[in-house]
């Protein structure tokens, strides 16, 4: 396989953007890719587009807007992994050589189902008794407090950090920090969750431009390398599960870690999935960021600061950013290349040249999450 | 599905075709794998694990222990929140229920399953699984 680069990312600001379908924001974010990178229409041999609620043919509704039709393009549907799935087809296209250059998206409207929670697949024995995500991920929340002696103070403290993060991210839903006394205020959503341990619903689209190295030589933008993208599904069981250890995290890390030839200490910034404060302590754990149970300690002491032994979540991650499900995972990758080209202005994590991106996806029953992405990228460009 | 559902007088019952009320208590039906030996909750025609379509039906419960809870202050209106959610591990296999009341219990907290009403809708009461303290573990 060949070394396959990000050269160009474009995201169109996460938030309410009720007056515009998925296809508009996904419009949105492709149209600034292309005019940023100054790539044509007839260069891009393929498309894939992230997508859990845009509906049918999204991808197609999106891309030939821009003038790419005719061309093979994909709707992938991954729940919350919908577009770092997107991310990796298209990474198998180029690294595979069917391809010089791929365009890959995500793009979600969630103001069309107006508040309160998601609603997750029919057909699921827990959603019919009642199962929403919040409470999926308090129960791990409640376990792992009790299990690993951490305090509610300390799961508070990954929302502290990471809306500070989010204060300075134009492409934030939230641009505002917050302190502890919010969070505590703030309703209950599932004890021992507030809604500020969960991440907002919002709307939002992300597109990023890979290519071979020599297309990238070509192009204006700078590039960086894909050391390694990986997809894995959950593992399926109806026995007892350790809720505390996300195993599709740790299995889908472990692979690209193994792929990019790197070590977790090797990791400069890291934007990972805390969908809830808890997410964000069970898979810096399970991406070996933390020792296990000592996650929470990472946080409160600060070594998971933008300036910290390792940055997570320096963009201000799900908390700040908000989940547009689809386009989450294709985000979380403009945000790494932003930072390893350094074009972030006041989120720069300094000296970064490592960056990892996480996202899990899905609430079914019978395994941690539906899918995982991992994303390993290097500031060695083409 | 099952005959609950045309039963409005009797409700309709999540996940009834796999419990067994046994007047003063009740049992779920798992399936075991006589090939690898995994056990299923729901149970399942097929192995999930290995496709083997040997597999046997086994009782489970009521005792069991909690493993998490939690109490869901926003969710679907049918449940009438807040209302308490917590996975109990019983007999081998992680079953969802209901726990009366508004708080979550501990980790650990022996319980016992049965049959309650969750929730309600347009068709009438919603029932399914429902874990009381007391568990005999």
């Known amino acids: ?382 | 599905m099952s005959h609950q559902e045309v039963s409005p007088a009797t409700g309709r019952m999540v996940g009834g075709e796999w419990l067994a009320d046994n007047g003063s208590s009740v049992s779920i039906t798992t399936s075991k794998c006589r090939n690898c030996a995994r056990v299923w909750f729901p149970p399942r025609a097929v192995c999930a694990g290995c496709a083997s379509a040997d597999l046997d039906a086994v009782p489970a419960g009521p005792d069991g222990v909690v493993y998490a809870s939690t109490v869901v202050r926003i969710g679907p209106g049918q449940f009438a929140p807040p209302y308490v959610l917590a996975y109990l591990d019983i007999a081998g296999v992680r079953v969802l229920a209901h726990i009366p009341g508004q708080q979550g219990p501990q980790p650990g907290t022996p319980i016992r399953l049965g049959i309650g009403e969750i929730g309600a809708d347009n068709n009438g009461p919603i029932r399914s699984y429902v874990a009381i303290a007391g568990g005999a573990s």
């Open chain 1, 1 to 382: 396989m060949r070394g396959v680069f990000v050269a160009g990312a474009a995201v169109e600001p996460f938030g309410k953007h009720p007056e515009l379908n998925a296809a508009d924001l996904g419009f949105r974010a492709v149209a600034a890719l292309l005019q940023q990178t100054s790539v044509t229409p007839d260069s891009v041999e393929v498309g894939f587009g992230g997508t859990s609620f845009g509906g049918s043919l999204l991808a197609q509704r999106v891309l030939q807007q821009v003038g790419i039709s005719g061309v093979p393009v994909f709707t992938i549907e991954n729940a919350c992994a919908s577009g770092a799935s997107a991310v990796h087809l298209a990474w198998q296209a180029i690294a595979s050589g069917t391809a010089e250059c791929a365009i890959a998206f995500g793009a979600e409207n969630l103001s069309a189902f107006g508040g309160g929670t998601l609603p997750l697949t029919t057909n699921d024995i827990e959603i019919a008794q009642g199962m929403v995500m919040p409470a999926a991920y308090a129960m791990r929340a409640q376990r792992y407090l009790h299990d690993f002696g951490a305090s509610i103070d300390d799961l508070s403290q990954v929302s502290v950090k990471n809306r500070r993060n989010g204060a300075d991210n134009p492409r934030a839903h939230f641009q505002s920090a917050i302190d502890l006394d919010a969070v505590a205020a703030s309703r209950m959503v599932a004890d021992p969750l507030r809604l500020l341990h969960c991440c907002p619903n919002s709307d939002g689209a992300a597109a990023v431009l890979l290519c071979s190295a020599a297309f990238a030589r070509n192009l204006p933008t700078p590039s960086v390398r894909i050391a390694a993208s990986v997809v894995r599904s959950g593992a399926f069981h109806t026995s007892f599960r350790d809720m505390t250890w996300p195993d599709i995290t740790a299995r889908t890390a472990e692979i690209a870690y193994r792929a990019a030839g790197l070590e977790p200490a090797d990791v400069d910034l890291v934007e990972l999935h805390d969908a809830f404060a808890i997410a964000e302590i069970l898979h810096a754990e399970a991406l070996g960021l933390a020792d296990r149970g000592k996650g929470y300690r990472a946080v409160v002491d600060g070594e998971f600061d933008r300036d910290g032994r390792v940055a997570v979540s320096p963009s201000g991650g799900l908390l700040s950013r908000g989940h547009p499900v689809g386009a989450t995972g294709t985000t979380q990758i403009c945000e790494a290349y932003w930072q390893l080209t350094g074009q972030v202005g006041a989120l720069q994590v300094p000296g970064a040249s490592v960056a990892l991106t996480h996202v899990t996806g899905g609430g079914i029953y019978g395994v941690d999450n539906g899918a995982c992405a991992v994303h390993l990228l290097t500031a060695d460009g083409a």
